[in-house]
């Protein structure tokens, strides 16, 4: 009998959510999480398929939970390697009893009764009822929730495995979505984050029978009394709209912060990337967001060493981080994934001028978050408290901008406090109690 789990995310916001799913959804049928340091009956890894590294991670960390005398856990392959590898992955590894696609994870309890009887099941279905109909409510709540509100991606970027592991483009109802919104605030929720690998994409009905973008359900969740503020994340540049922008402007609520990935400066590499988008349409659609709401800090995502990427290239992607002077960004070396186009394609980039790339690339964008974080030195704002910092009386919360700011206060997890921000650091800021500066 499995008694206690763990489960064990890596990638990105949507496999985090899934991961508080699962974990409610077992809590549910009696079982319990497993305490730091305890050993659980069963682990559930998570997995990314993004990069090879995060892909051959969930192989190591497989390896990593057999003990020394022959024990093990059950263990449960889920995210987007188990979608992408299937019943390969059970033949790679011995080890892993059960395989199951971010699309399936409500069978969980089905497929580990499976597993306890000796089988080695299976799940990497996309069935088209949604999973989200067979979930227990939220329970696992926290000042900041997620709350999935699209899956899947339709643009096919040549680079990435996200159209093969998480499947077309849905939305989920704007019912649903509501209900679960309000129920996350009743839980003590402050902040929501809307997740879709392109939620920009997002569509749907309201009650009123109007169909709308994220626009229209933007505004519907700011009527949410205790909902204090909304963001969402990933967008495309391709599916942007003027009533998503005009919303910056006009929603208290709607955070000034846009994750909007660019990932190349060059012209010819993103149509190489299929991105639908060149650097000037980009650069004309931040300049739109800033007009709508001037405060507004941009973040990316960027891909060093796309195959044919030179030189000259390169330095394109530089000029457009200059261009736009990201608030934060995330970049990576490219990797060529498997059954993606870009992996077939010739002139893959070497390791050395890859990781020279990178290095340039990262340097230059946190010249880029100091400089955004010290434009704040001086500013009071709003932080919403989210955890305890590691000093005696020390919390870290969140500003509106996504940074994370440091402070001395007894205010508790949840609450939101007026600070005034006194240091600044490429990642994080500094800052004193509000009522304490005056005193
Ligand atoms: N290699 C490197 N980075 C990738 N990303 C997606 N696919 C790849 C790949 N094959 C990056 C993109 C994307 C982010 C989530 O991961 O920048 O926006
Ligand atoms: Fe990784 Fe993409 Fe899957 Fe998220 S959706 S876990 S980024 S492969």
């Known amino acids: 009998m499995t008694k206690s789990f763990r489960i064990k995310s890596f990638g990105c916001q949507m496999n985090v959510y899934d991961g508080e799913r699962m974990a409610e959804l077992l809590g549910d049928k009696g079982m319990t999480e497993a305490k730091d340091g305890e050993d659980a009956d069963l682990v559930v890894l998570n997995t990314c398929?993004?990069?090879?590294?995060?892909a051959e991670k969930a192989y190591s960390d497989v390896g990593r939970l057999k003990k020394t005398d022959g024990t093990r856990p059950m263990i449960a392959l889920a995210g987007c390697v188990a979608q992408a590898e299937g019943?390969?992955?059970?033949?790679?590894?011995?080890?892993?009893?059960?395989?199951?696609?971010?699309?399936?994870?409500?069978?969980?309890?089905?497929l580990i009764e499976g597993a306890?009887?000796?089988?080695?099941?299976?799940?990497?279905?996309?069935?088209?009822?949604s999973k989200f109909d067979a979930m227990p409510a939220r329970s696992k709540v926290g000042p900041s929730a997620f709350l999935t509100v699209a899956e899947g991606c339709d643009k096919f970027c040549t680079y990435c495995v996200v159209p093969y592991t998480r499947g077309a483009e849905i939305s989920r109802p704007w019912a649903?979505?509501?209900?679960?919104?309000?129920?996350?605030?009743?839980?003590?929720?402050?902040e929501i984050t809307l997740l879709g690998q392109n939620v920009s994409a997002w569509s749907g009905e309201n009650e009123k029978g109007q169909t709308g973008g994220l626009e229209l359900l933007v505004r519907r969740?700011?009527?949410?009394d205790g909902l204090e503020r909304i963001r969402y994340t990933t967008s495309h540049p391709a599916d942007m709209d003027e009533g998503l922008i005009a919303a910056h402007g006009e929603v208290d609520k709607l955070m000034p912060y846009l994750h909007l990935p660019v990932q190349a400066g060059s012209d010819r590499i993103l149509?190489?990337?299929n991105r639908h988008h060149t650097a000037e349409s980009y650069l004309k659609l931040i300049e739109r967001f800033r007009a709508a709401r001037p405060d507004m800090a941009i973040s990316g995502d960027f891909i060093v060493g796309f195959p044919g990427e030179t030189d000259a290239e390169f330095e394109e992607t530089l000029a457009i981080v200059d261009a736009v002077r990201y608030a934060s960004a995330y970049s990576f070396k490219y990797s060529p994934r498997p059954g993606t186009p870009a992996a077939q394609m010739e002139d893959q980039i070497e390791p050395a001028v890859m990781d020279e790339r990178l290095q340039r690339l990262q340097s230059r964008i946190s010249a880029h978050s100091l400089d955004f974080n010290r434009s704040k030195v001086g500013e009071t704002m709003s932080i919403?408290?989210?955890r305890q910092g590691k000093r005696p009386g020390q919390m870290i919360g969140k500003s509106p901008w996504l940074q994370s700011v440091f402070v001395e206060t007894d205010a508790p997890i949840g609450t939101m406090i007026d600070v005034k921000i006194e240091q600044a650091l490429p990642n994080s800021l500094g800052g004193r109690l509000k009522e304490k500066v005056a005193a």
């Open 49 to 54: 398929h993004i990069r090879e590294k995060a």
């Open 87 to 110: 019943s390969e992955a059970q033949r790679r590894s011995d080890a892993i009893d059960i395989v199951v696609g971010p699309q399936a994870y409500h069978r969980l309890p089905e």
């Open 116 to 129: 306890s009887k000796g089988l080695r099941p299976v799940d990497t279905d996309m069935p088209a009822i």
């Open 176 to 190: 649903d979505i509501v209900a679960e919104a309000e129920s996350l605030v009743d839980r003590g929720a402050r």
């Open 221 to 224: 969740l700011a009527k949410i």
């Open 271 to 273: 149509k190489a990337m």
């Open 384 to 386: 919403l408290i989210e």
